[in-house]
């Protein structure tokens, strides 16, 4: 009987390590317009997100967005969005993605409370969804195809 990593190999996913933080999220580090950086992985986030803070370390161009989000406490928060970006995740690479850019402050504040890193953005269930995720939470281990 094979694995799950060795059958998702054969099936050319790409596997891509997690660390777990003091809040018990999912980190990840991705390579955002050939920036690295660190990332919530949040299944529940229906858009991959980046905080206004970041938009110049990733060279982001940001639209006005009529949109607004919500989460995490905070609601009716104002967007914009940046489109065709570059993310990669492990070995893992898709082009031409969109990102919801948005105040993080409340995040980082509240991971830094519980005495983990702040974070650049999160990975959402767009990129996820695109990419096929399977998530292995006993090893830790996102696979993307």
Not at 38 to 64: M, P, R, W, Y
Not at 120 to 135: H, S
Request: positive net charge; aromatic residues 8%.
């Amino acid at each position: 009987m094979s694995t799950l990593r060795q059958f998702l190999k054969q099936k050319e996913y790409h596997r891509i390590k997690m660390t777990t933080t003091k809040t018990m999220h999912f980190e990840v580090t991705a390579i955002l317009n050939d920036i690295r950086g660190t990332f919530i992985v949040d299944t529940g986030a229906s858009n991959s997100c980046v905080g206004f803070e970041a938009v110049h370390k990733f060279n982001l161009f940001a639209e006005d967005s009529d949109v607004k989000a919500a989460g995490a406490g905070a609601t009716d928060m104002t967007t914009q969005l940046s489109k065709k970006n570059n993310i990669q995740l492990g070995s893992w690479r898709k082009n031409r993605i969109s990102l919801v850019l948005f105040d993080l402050t409340h995040v980082n504040s509240a991971l830094v409370a519980h005495d983990a890193a702040p974070v650049d953005g999160i990975i959402g269930a767009d990129i996820l969804k695109r990419g096929k995720a399977i998530i292995d939470y006993e090893r830790k281990c996102l696979y993307l195809k």
